[in-house]
């Protein structure tokens, strides 16, 4: 296990072991770390450059393509902190041999409460509430909606479209759920129906994206697919703000084609001069659906953790 010592690990991701120093310790027993935070995620000259010599890699949203492994000859592993890969150029790192790695289940739990706080925050109008608080005419004039017994769909049934699943059923929520790898029809019990894509959005009043962003994910919420949509819907964004067509999105919101969205993640990030952030029927969060200390915690020993396996076995098989 010493021999691992040998290899270098840079550190890009900017919130690793940012609520304990326990990850980093991990890292600092077993490598040579080079602690570079890196506030550019999409600079891939930039990103090289950091990167340099280095065996391994922890990664936040940074882009990893092929300049950067053009660039980075020693790389032998990207180790995610997180679960979307779609920063990364997975079939170029595959043809290279560079292993990649996430951290599932690390952070289900809280990218669902970030999910069911923007449903509620919605639902029951809190910002309009807000704003109305300190003022003598202070009594909301208008009635909010229930989360109970609402019909949610979730697009995307795997770690975190099941966590959220889990929540909703204390709301005794009827739950529309599409994923490719869920037969329609596979489970059908009172609260809980496999469907179509089209059926979900057409019977839902809250669409709840959960899968990941790849070229057929992309757009996939667009003027057609809203359209299918019912006039209260209401869409919630915290996977990839490239699954939606902003344009289309905004468009819908304006003319009240449909109800409202809670968004965590864009199409750009950082949104800057985004159009959908100033709309009345919008809530945005600044893509912090995991930013609690349990799951920085959970991430960061686990993106550890992948690091000191793979270059164990790495040194094991070398010897
Ligand atoms: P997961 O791999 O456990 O589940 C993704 C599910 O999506 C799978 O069951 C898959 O079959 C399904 N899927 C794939 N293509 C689909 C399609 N075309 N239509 C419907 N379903 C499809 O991943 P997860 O841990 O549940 O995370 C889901 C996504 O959430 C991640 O890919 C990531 O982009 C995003 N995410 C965002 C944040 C955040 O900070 N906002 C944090 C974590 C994850």
Redesign the pocket.
Known sequence: MGETRKYKVTILSRSFSACSNEPLELLNRYFEVNLQRNDLPEDTRRIARLIGDSDGIITGSDVVDRYVMDHCPNLKMISKH???L?SIDLELAKERGIKVTTT?NA??ES?ADLTLLLMLNILRQLRRNEIHCDTPDWTSKSLANDLYEKTVAL???????QAVAHRLQGFSCKLLI????VEPGAFAQEDAVACS?EEALRHADIISL?????E??QK?INRDTISLMKPEAVLIN???GGIVDEDALYEALVSRRIRAAGL??YAQEPPVGNRLLVLDNVVATP?I??HTQESNYRMGVAAARNLIDFFSAYEKERN
């Open positions: 997180g679960v979307g779609d599932p952070n289900n990218v697009i995307g049934f795997g770690n975190i479209g599409y994923d490719p790898c894509f959960h899968l990941p962003l790849t057929k994910t996939m915290t996977s990839r965590d993640v893509h659906a995991t």
